[in-house]
Nanobody, 126 residues
Framework: QVQLVESGGGFVQAGGSLRLSCVAS????????MGWFRQAPGKEREFVAS????????VNLDSLKGRFTISRDNAKNTVYLQMNDLKPEDTAVYYC???????????????????WGQGTQVTVSS
């Protein structure tokens, strides 16, 4: 049974930083890409960033590039999202995602097939 458990969310002032973590269990982490998505109140879930099984990363949105970094530690079955210079518009629930199939990429649609964590709230005050 696949489980994804996020942590690291919280309340931070604009300009601050947070690092989200997602620990995966249930199948061979090394064979799967991982992704982060977020959903703000009243908005559709959106793709934030992904990283392939080999470590190649992608960050969505020009507004996130240079501020958000995704990384993974295969020895710890963990994917991270480092978020710097946070802005109020980054406020959302952040979800960890693992695609349904090994050696496949994260699809940047709002709800791609696969597994999801329970989400962690990030709130950025102005």
């Amino acid at each position: 049974q696949v489980q994804l458990v996020e942590s690291g969310g919280g309340f931070v002032q604009a300009g601050g930083s947070l690092r989200l973590s997602c620990v995966a269990s249930g199948r061979s982490f090394n064979n799967y890409a991982m992704g982060w998505f977020r959903q703000a109140p009243g908005k559709e879930r959106e793709f934030v960033a992904s990283i392939t099984w080999g470590g190649a990363s992608t960050v969505n949105l020009d507004s996130l590039k240079g501020r958000f970094t995704i990384s993974r530690d295969n020895a710890k079955n963990t994917v991270y999202l480092q978020m710097n210079d946070l802005k109020p518009e980054d406020t959302a629930v952040y979800y960890c995602h693992q695609p349904a199939f090994p050696l496949s990429t994260v699809v940047d649609t709002p709800t791609p097939r696969g597994y999801w964590g329970q989400g962690t709230q990030v709130t950025v005050s102005s």
